[in-house]
């Protein structure tokens, strides 16, 4: 089993910058990832990253906007989010799974709680 936990939300304004971070713990040898959504929407894929950190994955829309990285001796990942647009709006949640490219494809197995970005106009 792994628990994640999400922080960073928060209010920010068009253009800004956020880092979300989420702490795993249990076994915590998995792919991690960020899945959002936004008030009346389905749930999108936002970024994913393998254990070792050497393969990335992004959606085309926060494509050179946001970074995904982790760091394993804290068992921590990150999501640093620049040039943010009021459309990013939604809650973003910390997943983990077998593999990068699987969280990409939805295959997830564990959630977070889920932490509120708000970007106003």
């Known amino acids: 089993q792994v628990q994640l936990v999400e922080s960073g939300g928060g209010l920010v304004q068009a253009g800004g910058s956020l880092r979300l971070s989420c702490a795993a713990s249990g076994r915590t040898s998995t792919a991690m990832g960020w899945i959002r959504q936004a008030p009346g929407k389905e749930r999108e894929f936002v970024a994913a990253?393998?254990?070792?950190?050497?393969?990335?994955y992004y959606a085309d829309a926060v494509k050179d906007r946001f970074t995904i990285s982790r760091d394993n001796a804290k068992n921590t990942v990150y999501l640093q989010m620049n040039s943010l647009k009021p459309e990013d709006t939604a809650v973003y949640y910390c997943?983990?799974?077998?593999?990068?490219?699987?969280?990409?494809?939805?295959?997830?197995?564990?959630w977070g709680q889920g932490t509120q970005v708000t970007v106003s106009s």
């Open positions: 990253i393998s254990w070792s950190g050497g393969t990335t």
């Open positions: 997943v983990g799974g077998t593999a990068a490219w699987g969280l990409k494809e939805n295959r997830v197995d564990y």
